[in-house]
């Protein structure tokens, strides 16, 4: 068994590269199955138009039939509660779980969740009724789990090391909203006039999404680990106290030297969460809010509350496309140094985006189909933008231990977040007569 001191120059380290394509791939992995059921939800639209009853089909008035499920709104208002609650726990007890089993544990359950959904679709020869959407319903429940598994996990373990994978890491989970736009508006131009072709849509995404969720599994489980920096920032972590990792160096044949190593008993002491939290409460909040306007206003009423316009079922679409595409591109603006704002700037940032909620109400009220496909592109450059410069700018400074939970606690302020946005989105609806 090889024995590391970490205390070598990880910049003189292999892998670098390696390691950052990977962060982006396990990024891709941790969100292309939620985005894909966001994507193609036009299908789930059609699938789910109101609650199965007949008499009250005959009462609903036409324009508003296509609303009662609000299949973007409630999957999203199931799939947070999971989350967030998933993520308490772990952000919690993070010092004492082994992050290598809580990361594939959550992308096995992202696999096994979205091949559910393959079977279920098939199962019920893709029909749609109350029955079918609350097992949907359940299956998303899975998937809050496994973010909250995989999310929570991997900025922790990145937060310890170097601040590109986390960049890229973030890259990755944007590339997956991007990547499942771009598929889901090839399919439609290639099955929108074929019969069913909206599920065979569907099922290919699910298909491709099942895949890239194992191929997580394979360079998390296998590959990753072996990295000779990866190997390094973790055999840093371990001699600094941290007990997270020391299951992922067991399993490339690496023991630290810790107690060897670290002969005065402060080195191995940390701060608790709780300093951790108010050390860090702007950003903590800055993601909060972040999460909470984003969320209000995507993908809900995007989908339910942009009225019609000459771009008809593509509209919705499009809308969701630019915002994936610019929040995707916006995440690496951060790269170049000048371009990062001061921790002060990051809050008037934050702060000013709440701007988007009047901006948005009167563009849907009276603005053309133009003006509302720039705005939702802004949304987007602001959110990829800040959310980086946060989650890289906080771990600095810290030992490993303090980064690893701190990137926890950041995450559960990112969901606590989406959680406020996603209940927040239906106060659009009130006053209509689809609420």
């Not at 394509?21 to 939620?34: F, N, R």
């Not at 998933?86 to 359950?109: F, H, Q």
């Not at 890229?168 to 909203?177: K, N, V």
């Not at 019969?195 to 194992?214: D, N, Q, V, W, Y």
Request: proline share 4%.
């Amino acid at each position: 068994m090889a024995v590391f001191n970490g205390r070598a120059d990880p910049s003189r380290l292999e892998g670098k590269l390696s390691a950052m394509a990977v962060c982006w791939i396990l990024g891709l992995g941790s969100l292309v199955s939620w985005n894909s059921m966001l994507t193609i939800g036009d299908y789930y639209y059609n699938l789910f138009p109101i609650l199965g009853n007949a008499i009250l089909l005959q009462l609903v008035p036409q324009d508003d039939r296509n609303y009662r499920y609000h299949p973007s709104r409630v999957l999203t208002l199931v799939y947070q509660p999971f989350a967030l609650g998933t993520m308490a726990i772990l952000a919690y007890n993070e010092a004492k779980i082994d992050t290598r089993k809580r990361n594939i544990a959550g992308y096995i359950l992202f696999c096994a969740s979205t091949f559910s959904l393959i079977v279920l679709d098939l199962a019920t020869s893709g029909q749609g009724g109350i029955g079918p959407f609350i097992g949907i319903c359940a299956i998303v429940g899975a998937f809050g789990v496994a973010d909250a598994h995989v999310q929570g996990g991997m900025v922790g373990d990145l937060s310890f090391m170097c601040p590109d994978f986390i960049q890229s890491f973030l890259a990755g989970l944007a590339a997956s909203g991007a990547l499942t736009s771009a598929l889901r508006l090839t399919t439609k131009a290639a099955f929108d006039k074929s019969e069913g072709g909206e599920r065979k849509g569907a099922m290919l995404f699910l298909g491709i999404s099942t895949l890239l969720e194992f191929i997580c599994i394979i360079l998390y489980a296998f590959f990753f680990p072996k990295l000779p920096i990866v190997k390094h920032y973790r055999t840093k972590a371990a001699l600094e106290g941290s007990k997270t990792v020391s299951a992922d160096l067991a399993a490339v044949g690496i023991q630290t030297q810790q107690s060897q190593e670290v002969d005065d008993a402060k080195q191995q002491e940390r701060l608790s969460n709780k300093q951790l939290f108010f050390q860090n409460i702007d950003y903590a909040a800055e993601l909060f809010l972040i999460y909470v306007l984003t969320l209000s206003i995507f993908p809900g009423f995007l989908f339910e509350n942009t009225g019609k316009h000459q771009l008809g079922t593509w509209y919705p679409l499009v809308l969701i496309s630019m915002y994936n595409l610019l929040d995707f591109i916006s995440r690496y603006i951060p790269l170049v140094k000048c371009l990062r704002p001061s921790r002060k700037g990051l809050l008037v940032g934050v702060l000013a985006r709440f701007l988007f909620i009047p901006a948005f109400y009167f563009t849907a009220k009276y603005g053309n189909q133009g003006w509302m496909i720039m705005l939702t592109s802004f949304l987007g450059v602001t959110n990829g933008y800040l959310t980086v410069c946060v989650l890289t700018d906080a771990p600095k400074g810290y030992k490993g231990p303090e980064q690893n939970a701190l990137g926890n606690l950041l995450v559960l302020c990112l969901v606590g977040g989406i959680f406020a946005g996603v209940a927040l989105d239906w106060l659009w609806l009130i006053g209509k007569q689809s609420f």
